[in-house]
């Protein structure tokens, strides 16, 4: 059976001294973690852009919208599902919001309707969606009924504008988690490195 030799401990010593840092053996592999801190982050940043991107290129043709949230503008009362307390808008890809009445399907009040900062979604070859309405519900399921118009409908949905994407969209909280993430790895190695550097001793006669 082979003894391993014992640590000399004044050759140690001496390596300390000559180099001015501690032996490798004696420090942790600091740089292997920066490294994989700086892959992971880059990797979830670079999934959250292609899966922001890939809704985009699903959304040239026009916002896709829930189908029970398209409003036939027929005078009729049709029924949409909301959240209660969230700020809904109206959306119409017309050049004019036609007269509409909203009201809690529970109770049957009517909720008022304020005017909406003028907010676009794409709508594509037909023009944008642009919100002209806006109403807050108490409830988290409302009827509709607007004017007759035609063939024409209003959508009905919360969030703002958009150029091809709501980032406020339930189908934009993984993406954009996963920037955040992945933004948060990268800042997490920056600091590992930082504090590695500053912790590094000068060589003997060099300056920092």
Do not use: K
């Amino acid at each position: 059976m082979t003894t391993a030799a014992p640590l000399d401990v004044d050759a140690t010593v001496s390596i300390e001294r000559a180099t001015g840092r501690p032996p490798l053996t004696d420090r942790p592999d600091e740089q292997v973690w920066t490294r994989t801190l700086v892959g992971l982050g880059l990797a979830l940043v670079g999934a959250a852009a292609a899966w922001t991107l890939a809704l985009s290129i699903g959304n040239l043709g026009g916002y896709h919208w829930a189908d029970e949230a398209l409003v036939p503008t027929d005078g009729r009362a049709h029924e949409v599902t909301v959240t209660a307390g969230e700020t809904t808008r109206m959306w119409t890809a017309m050049t004019q919001m036609p007269g509409c009445r909203v009201a809690d399907t529970a109770s049957g009040d009517r909720i008022a309707l304020a005017s909406s900062q003028e907010y676009t979604r794409p709508a594509g070859s037909i023009g944008s969606w642009i919100a002209g309405a806006e109403f807050v519900p108490t409830s988290d399921t409302v009827t509709v009924a607007c004017a007759s118009t035609g063939t024409d409908v209003v959508a009905v949905g919360a969030g703002g504008g958009t150029w091809l994407v709501d980032t406020t969209s339930d189908a934009m909280r993984a993406p954009v988690s996963l920037a955040v993430l992945g933004a948060g790895l990268l800042v997490a190695a920056m600091v590992l490195g930082l504090a590695r550097h500053q912790g590094t001793p000068p060589a003997p006669g060099s300056r920092r």
